[in-house]
C-alpha cells in the first residue's frame, strides 16, 4: 500500500503539473478523479486492508486526496471551461428508434388489393358491419328460403338487422344513392356463423367490386380480374373461370388460380365470386336494366393472404401473436 500510494502520488502531481489545457484537465480527471479512476481504486483497496492499518492510512489517504482536489479545483477554474464530456450533449448522434407496431397482414393485403382498383378508376366506399336484412339478402335477390338466411349462418341482431354476411349489401346501398356509372371497390369485415378451424372462421374480411355503365360486359369483367390476379399473384399466373350460381348476379362464375404447393405438386384455388349484376338488383336500387348493365365480384382477403404467403391455418391471422406479426 505504502509503495502504491507513493507513486501514484508522484504520477499524480507530475501530471497535474504538466496541464496546460482544459482538454488535459479532462482527461487528468477521468484517469484519477472519475468513479472508475486511480484514486477510486485505491480506495477499494482500502477498504480490503486489515483493521488496525487502516487509521494510518485513511488519513494520508484522505489527505493526499483532499489536496489533489483543490489542486484540481484551481486548474478548473484557470481553465475557465468547466464543461465535462458527461455533459456534452451530441447533437450529431442518430436518434433511437422507438418500437412502433406494424400494419396487420390482412390490412396490408387488402391496401395492396384496393390500390390496385383504384389505379383502374375504381373509388373506394365502406358500409356498416351491422346491416338490415333487406340489404344483406332481400335486395340482392336471395329467396325468402334461401339457406344463407339460416341462423346458423347469420349472426341476427333482431328479426330485421344482422352482421353482415358478405360486404354485396354494400353495392346496394351505392346504386340507392347513386346512378350509373358506377365504379366502386368496397372493402370491409363480415361475418358468419360458423365453427372456427383451421379453415374458416366467425370474421373476415371481403373486398366487393361493382361497375355499372350503359354496355358493360362479361369480357370486360374477364379482363379486369384477370389483369388483377397477374399484378397481385405474379405474371405468368395460371387460372380459369368456373359457372357458378350467386342470387345477385346472372351469368356468374368463380375464378380459381393455380397454386403450386411444393408438396402435392399445386391445385386449383378459388379466389373470388363474380358475374353480371342481375337485372332484377337493379330494378331493387331504382336503376333501369333495359339502359345499363354492370358486373360485380367478391373475393376472400384471408384466404387471398393464406395462399400468398403459404400459411395454412386462418386462425393464425386473428391470435395477434406477436412472433407472427412481426414478420409482416
Ligand atoms: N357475396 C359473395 C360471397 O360472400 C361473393 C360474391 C360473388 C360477390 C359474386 C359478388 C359477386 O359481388 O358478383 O360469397
Known amino acids: 500500500m505504502d ?6 502520488s508522484e504520477e499524480v502531481y507530475r501530471e497535474l503539473e504538466a496541464i496546460q489545457s482544459n482538454e488535459q484537465l479532462e482527461g487528468f480527471r477521468l484517469k484519477f478523479l472519475s468513479r ?5 481504486q485505491l480506495f477499494e483497496e482500502f477498504k480490503l486492508l486489515p483493521k488496525e492499518e487502516k487509521p494510518k492510512y485513511g488519513q494520508n489517504l484522505n489527505k493526499f486526496r483532499q489536496d489533489v482536489n483543490s489542486k484540481y479545483d484551481e486548474l478548473e477554474k484557470k481553465y475557465a471551461s468547466s464543461v465535462k464530456s458527461e455533459d456534452v450533449f451530441d447533437y450529431s448522434l442518430p436518434g433511437r428508434k422507438k418500437k412502433t407496431g406494424s400494419t396487420h397482414i390482412i390490412t396490408q393485403t387488402m391496401d395492396q388489393i384496393v390500390e390496385l382498383f383504384k389505379n383502374l378508376g375504381f373509388n373506394v366506399h365502406e358500409g356498416p358491419e351491422l346491416e338490415s336484412d333487406y340489404n344483406n339478402f332481400e335486395a340482392l335477390n336471395f329467396p325468402e328460403d334461401h339457406p344463407a338466411r339460416d341462423m346458423q349462418d347469420t349472426f341476427f341482431v333482431n328479426p330485421g338487422f344482422l352482421l353482415r354476411t358478405h360486404t354485396s349489401p354494400v353495392q346496394i346501398r351505392l346504386m340507392q344513392k347513386q346512378q350509373p356509372p358506377i365504379r366502386a ?7 358468419r356463423n360458423e365453427a372456427i378451424s383451421a379453415k374458416s ?5 371481403q373486398i366487393e367490386g361493382l361497375y355499372v355503365d350503359k354496355n358493360v360486359t362479361f369480357a370486360e369483367l374477364k379482363g379486369t380480374l384477370v389483369y388483377f390476379a397477374q399484378q397481385f399473384f405474379g405474371q405468368g399466373l395460371k387460372y380459369r373461370f368456373r359457372p357458378s350460381f350467386f342470387p345477385f348476379t346472372e351469368p356468374s362464375a368463380e375464378m380459381d388460380i393455380w397454386w403450386e404447393t411444393p408438396e ?3 391445385r386449383w384455388l378459388e379466389i373470388l365470386g363474380c358475374g353480371m349484376v342481375d337485372p332484377n338488383v337493379l330494378r331493387n336500387v331504382g336503376i333501369d336494366p333495359e339502359i345499363y348493365t354492370g358486373y360485380a365480384f367478391g373475393m376472400g382477403v384471408e384466404r387471398t393472404c393464406l395462399s400468398r404467403y403459404g400459411m395454412s391455418d386462418i386462425r393464425t391471422l386473428f391470435d395477434n401473436d406477436k412472433r407472427f406479426l412481426v414478420q409482416f
Open 3 to 8: 509503495k502504491k500510494l507513493k507513486e501514484l
Open 201 to 205: 372462421y366467425c370474421l373476415f374480411h
Open 185 to 191: 371497390i368496397m372493402p370491409g369485415k363480415v361475418y
Open 36 to 40: 472508475k479512476g486511480a484514486f477510486a
Open 264 to 266: 402435392k405438386g399445386g
